[in-house]
């Protein structure tokens, strides 16, 4: 009996499919190498020089120290260790933290939580291009301003805010600086070596690897409570057992994306140059941004006769997609995103393409 064909995948940004390489790397230390890698014996030392031979490949990716990266189950984790746990650890300073109201569920519900504690938040607004303003960001910092929040590639439009000049800002008032990097890392340049740069996270099912995994990297010399108590790994900083196959898959699929940068991001351009043909000769909308502003990978488009749930529903044999972030929940909401670009959110869809 013939299969009936799959759809044509273009929700990337949501997850990715793990590239077989990174399933070959893994499977080993599924069964093989099994041991714990917290464990003293020659299976326990087989499993952490793995472990640490990933760390290696994962800080490389983003220009960082080994000692500089703390494996967690994804960003989510890494974003609520690095938001509260920096607060946390430096409470004494200051009570006050910055964001911006296009950043990720996962960075604005921790801010949230942090306010019923009783923790000050000012949330920026972006312009028309998404962009916050150095000058509005100046003019928040406040003698008592810990940390500021900005993410790297948007997870519903690919807008890129320059991190380096947000950061050095930061810099210049003496306040910590997180990056939310889960659409930017594989996909645009991410040299987080400027001191500047106190924290960033990624997870390694955006761009090829398996879920599940990803990391924080916090730089030297500053101090962040752990949010997972246990044995002590990670330099006390994320208790728990060390998943070592599926950090052995990051550190694969870092590797890889490292090395073949240049070709994917070639690749990863023609899919989308593809893709606005399509949109264009088939009348079927309109891309949102210049390209030349946006992650390659994401295209944000505005359709011209449907409804996003319509179009999509009419499409579903042909193509898989999104409205936007796959993280919200199954249910169909605003976004907030489309809703500060003063975007129509239920005529919007998001194609994200993965070149393998």
């Not at 990715?16 to 070959?24: A, N, Y």
């Not at 990716?61 to 260790?81: D, K, M, R």
């Not at 991410?190 to 106190?198: G, H, L, M, Q, R």
């Amino acid at each position: 009996m013939d299969r009936k064909p799959l759809p044509e995948y273009l929700d990337a940004a949501s997850t990715t499919p793990v590239d077989p390489r990174v399933v070959e790397a893994m499977l080993p230390y599924f069964s093989e190498i099994f041991g714990n890698a917290s464990s003293q014996h020659i299976y326990g030392q087989q499993a952490k020089a793995a472990v640490e031979k990933a760390r290696e490949n994962v800080a490389s990716i983003v220009n960082v120290l080994e000692s500089e990266i703390i494996f967690t189950s994804g960003a989510t984790e890494a974003i609520n260790l690095a938001i509260k746990g920096y607060w946390e650890a430096n409470r004494d300073r200051g009570n006050h933290l910055i964001t911006v109201k296009t950043e990720h569920k996962a960075v604005l519900k921790t801010h949230e939580y942090l306010e019923t504690l009783g923790v000050e938040v000012t949330y920026l607004g972006v312009d028309k291009n998404g962009l916050i303003s150095m000058e509005e960001l100046e003019q928040a910092i406040r003698t008592e301003t810990l940390l500021v929040s900005v993410m790297h590639v948007n997870n519903e439009t690919g807008l890129i805010h320059d991190v380096e000049e947000i950061a050095q800002v930061c810099a210049d008032h003496n306040v910590a600086f997180f990056t939310d990097a889960t659409q930017a890392v594989a996909h645009v340049p991410t040299d987080y070596s400027s001191p500047n740069i106190t924290m960033a996270c990624f997870s390694a099912h955006k761009f090829g690897g398996p879920k599940g995994i990803g990391a924080l990297a916090i730089k030297r010399g500053h101090e962040v409570a752990p949010q997972l108590h246990g044995g002590g790994q990670e330099n006390g900083m994320r208790g728990g057992t060390y998943n070592t196959p599926l950090i052995v898959g990051f550190g694969e699929i870092c590797w890889i994306a490292k090395e073949e940068f240049s070709p994917r991001q070639e690749a990863t351009r023609k899919l989308r140059a593809h893709w606005l043909d399509h949109i264009a000769q088939n009348d079927i909308g309109q891309a949102h941004f210049d390209e030349n502003k946006v992650a390659p990978h994401i295209l944000s488009i505005s359709l011209k006769h449907d409804e996003a749930d319509n179009f999509i529903l009419l499409n579903t044999n042909k193509i898989s997609l999104s409205t936007g972030s796959a993280c919200s929940s199954e249910l169909i909401q605003e976004s907030h995103v489309l809703e500060e670009l003063r975007i129509t959110s239920n005529k919007t869809i998001r194609i994200s393409v993965h070149a393998h």
